[in-house]
């Protein structure tokens, strides 16, 4: 079955810093790319995502990028807040299961 | 406009016993799942309806699981016989649709917290 993982399963920075988290997957018939957060006590909200036929999409201080041939795609936040606090999942999929990576655990440090 | 709603938020019951996990979808979305988040893990897909009919269930653990989507709209997760290994989030998401080219976005509820004892 498919196979994705994500990286770091934790990170920590500094307020304003920048954080990268990086999601690999094995299904090469995945055609859709999101991320997803997930705040305390709350489902997994979709902050962006990206189609197969683009290879960047920005979203004021989020942005991600998709490399399909090495099969993974990552998550930029820059100028973090710490409202950015909170566990991050990739989600990529070719219909309509997604396929949730363990998630990453952010903490950003006022 | 109204999201995602999934009662009761907690759920504990005593292993053996017999529970129902309900969730309203947004309004007017057709496609509705059912995922599953154990302690530290991400979501896990259990079964995906399109409108009244079960679709996909290939994620449900064993036959102790069932879900229903009888209009359409609500649905119910039931378990059965429940064991402590079912202790997790179950967690309800909807769409407005699904198809070849569709790239929905799946909303999610604030999911049902089970505690088998």
């Known amino acids: 079955g498919e196979n994705v993982e994500q990286h770091p399963s934790t990170l920590s920075v500094q307020e304003g810093d920048s954080a990268v988290i990086k999601c690999t997957y094995s299904d090469s018939a995945s055609n859709y790319f999101p991320w997803y957060k997930q705040e305390l006590g709350k489902g997994p909200q979709l902050i962006i995502d990206?189609?197969?036929?683009?290879g960047e999409k920005k979203d004021q201080r989020i942005a991600v990028t998709l490399n399909k041939t090495a099969k993974h795609f990552s998550l930029h936040i820059t100028e973090t807040q710490p409202e950015d606090s909170a566990v991050y999942f990739c989600a990529p999929r070719r219909s309509y299961k997604l396929i949730f990576g363990s998630g990453t655990r952010l903490l950003v440090r006022p | 406009g109204a999201g995602v709603s999934q009662t009761p938020s907690n759920k504990v019951t005593e292993k053996g016993k017999y529970v129902e996990l309900r969730c309203d979808p947004i309004?007017?979305?057709?496609?509705l799942y059912w995922y599953r988040q154990s302690l530290g893990q991400g979501p896990e897909f259990l079964i995906y309806f399109q409108g009244t009919g079960a679709a996909d269930d290939s994620g449900l653990p064993n036959d102790r699981f069932f879900a229903v989507r009888p209009e359409g709209s609500v649905s119910t997760l039931k378990i059965q016989r429940t064991e402590r290994g079912d202790s997790a989030v179950y967690l309800c998401?909807?769409?407005?649709?699904?198809?070849?080219?569709?790239?929905?976005?799946?909303?999610f509820g604030p999911g049902t917290r089970l505690t088998v004892l």
């Open positions: 309004s007017g979305h057709t496609a």
């Open positions: 990206i189609r197969s036929n683009v």
């Open positions: 998401a909807s769409s407005l649709g699904v198809g070849k080219t569709s790239y929905n976005e799946q909303f």
